[in-house]
T-cell receptor
Framework: AQSVTQLGSHVSVSEGALVLLRCNYS??????LFWYVQYPNQGLQLLLK??????LVKGINGFEAEFKKSETSFHLTKPSAHMSDAAEYFC?????????????FGEGTQLTVNP | EAQVTQNPRYLITVTGKKLTVTCSQN?????MSWYRQDPGLGLRQIYY???????DKGDVPEGYKVSRKEKRNFPLILESPSPNQTSLYFC??????????????FGAGSRLTVL
C-alpha cells in the first residue's frame, strides 16, 4: 500500500520569501511522485513529477522538488514566492508496478502569500 | 481545446433523489477516474475505468455507481444521495492506463450539496 503525508495544512509566506511545502511518502515499490496545484474554483493541474530519471525535478512557475529516497521525501520549493502562487498544493504517489493508475493524494497544503 | 468537462458545476439536492454528474473528455483518453475532495482529507478515488466497459472501485466507492459505455464519457451516479456525500467531485482522465507515471487531466469540479 502507498500513502502520502503533507506536513502542514496551511503555510503562509511573505512575497519574495522561500516557499517550502513538505511531502513524505510510503511505498513498498519504487514510486512515481507528483505535485499538483489547485487554484480557487479550478481543477488540479500538474506542477511536476518524478519518474526516476533525475532526483531534482523542475516544474512550471519556478517550482522544483527533490526526491530523497533515504528520507522518503519529495518536498516542493520555490526560491521567491509570488502573490499568484497562492493556491492549494497536493502531493501524490503512484508506483511503477501497479496497473490501474492508482494515484494516492495527500491531504493538501493551502499556501497563502502575504504582500 | 483539450479538456475534461463536468456538469453540473454546482448542485443542491435532497436526500434520496437520484442524480448523475456527467464527465466528458475530448482527448481520446483510455483512463478515467472520479475523486471526491473533502477538507483535511485531500482527494480520494471513488471509481476508475481503464477503458470502455472496464470499471473498478477506488478507495471510497460506497453509495456511487459509474458506467463507461463510450470512451469519452464516464458519468457518476448517486442512486440515493445522503448528506455525507456532500463534497467537491472531480473527474480526471489520462492517456495511459496501467502506467504509474501518467499525468491526470482534471475537470473543473462539481460541488454537490445533499440536504
Amino acid at each position: 500500500a502507498q500513502s502520502v503525508t503533507q506536513l502542514g495544512s496551511h503555510v503562509s509566506v511573505s512575497e519574495g520569501a522561500l516557499v517550502l511545502l513538505r511531502c513524505n511518502y510510503s511505498s513498498s515499490v519504487p514510486p512515481y511522485l507528483f505535485w499538483y496545484v489547485q487554484y480557487p474554483n479550478q481543477g488540479l493541474q500538474l506542477l511536476l513529477k518524478y519518474t526516476s530519471a533525475a532526483t531534482l525535478v523542475k516544474g512550471i512557475n519556478g517550482f522544483e522538488a527533490e526526491f530523497k529516497k533515504s528520507e522518503t521525501s519529495f518536498h516542493l520549493t520555490k526560491p521567491s514566492a509570488h502573490m499568484s502562487d497562492a493556491a492549494e498544493y497536493f502531493c501524490a504517489v503512484s508506483d511503477q508496478e501497479t496497473s490501474g493508475s492508482r494515484l494516492t493524494f495527500g491531504e493538501g497544503t493551502q499556501l497563502t502569500v502575504n504582500p | 481545446e483539450a479538456q475534461v468537462t463536468q456538469n453540473p458545476r454546482y448542485l443542491i439536492t435532497v436526500t434520496g433523489k437520484k442524480l448523475t454528474v456527467t464527465c466528458s473528455q475530448n482527448m481520446n483518453h483510455e483512463y478515467m477516474s472520479w475523486y471526491r475532495q473533502d477538507p483535511g482529507l485531500g482527494l480520494r478515488q471513488i471509481y476508475y475505468s481503464m477503458n470502455v466497459e472496464v470499471t473498478d472501485k477506488g478507495d471510497v466507492p460506497e453509495g456511487y455507481k459509474v458506467s463507461r459505455k463510450e470512451k469519452r464519457n464516464f458519468p457518476l451516479i448517486l442512486e440515493s444521495p445522503s448528506p455525507n456525500q456532500t463534497s467537491l467531485y472531480f473527474c480526471a482522465s489520462s492517456s495511459t492506463p496501467g502506467a504509474g507515471a501518467n499525468v491526470l487531466t482534471f475537470g473543473a469540479g462539481s460541488r454537490l450539496t445533499v440536504l
